[in-house]
């Protein structure tokens, strides 16, 4: 799909570098040490199980040949509503010299329409309390705050997954 000339397309292991560098270019959500390296197994890996899991994928927008955007879009099966689908939206991220640009926009109405396609009950996300433009963009695209968001990180570690060894 082509929104403000980017394509958005499935992530590959070639866009796992510039999917790094996005994180680190988002200043309101990133912290000294949460992003790490494009080094860090953890993203190769987490990267290669999402590309075989249909309800769970990491897609880009690209312009020009470059990664300008990115987001996760994961399909949850719920109990309640009758055994619902729901698309959840996670880390949102457009490279800061094309931010304005209707990238974000091409980005969720992409995720939107999958998520109708999938025939989803709702569309969700969360957003970081600090980042109040990212708020407004969010609602623009009709989202509403109707809950309230917590979270219990359970490793100071947060970008590493522990595995039974550890």
Same mark, same amino acid.
């Given at each position: 799909?082509? &929104? +403000? &000339?980017?394509? *958005?397309?499935?992530?590959?292991? /070639?866009?796992? /570098?510039? *999917?790094?560098?996005?994180?680190? !270019? !988002? ?8 992003? &790490?390296?494009? @080094? !860090? /197994?953890?993203?190769?890996?987490a990267l290669e199980a999402l590309a075989t899991d249909p309800d769970n994928g990491v897609y880009v927008a690209e312009l020009d040949g470059d990664? *300008? &955007? ?16 729901? @698309?959840q939206v996670e880390s949102v991220h457009v490279h800061s010299r094309a931010r304005a640009q209707g990238v974000g926009t091409a980005m969720l109405?992409?995720?939107?329409? /999958? @998520? ?21 963009? $969010? ?5 509403? @705050? ?6 219990? $990180?359970?490793?100071? +570690? ?9």
């Open positions: 799909m082509d &929104g +403000n &000339g980017a394509t *958005i397309r499935r992530a590959g292991r /070639e866009d796992l /570098e510039a *999917i790094v560098a996005l994180y680190a !270019d !988002d200043e309101a959500s990133a912290r000294p040490g949460d992003v &790490g390296s494009v @080094a !860090d /197994e953890g993203y190769a890996r990664v *300008i &955007g990115t987001f996760q879009l994961t399909f949850i099966r719920q109990l309640s509503y009758r055994g619902c689908l729901v @698309a109405e992409w995720a939107i329409g /999958e @998520a109708r396609r999938r025939g989803c009950l709702r569309i969700q996300l969360t957003s970081n309390v600090r980042r109040e433009r990212a708020h407004r963009f $969010y609602e623009r695209l009709g989202f509403s @705050a109707t809950h309230r968001g917590m979270k219990l $990180y359970l490793s100071s +570690n947060r970008g590493h997954s522990q595995s039974a060894g550890s």
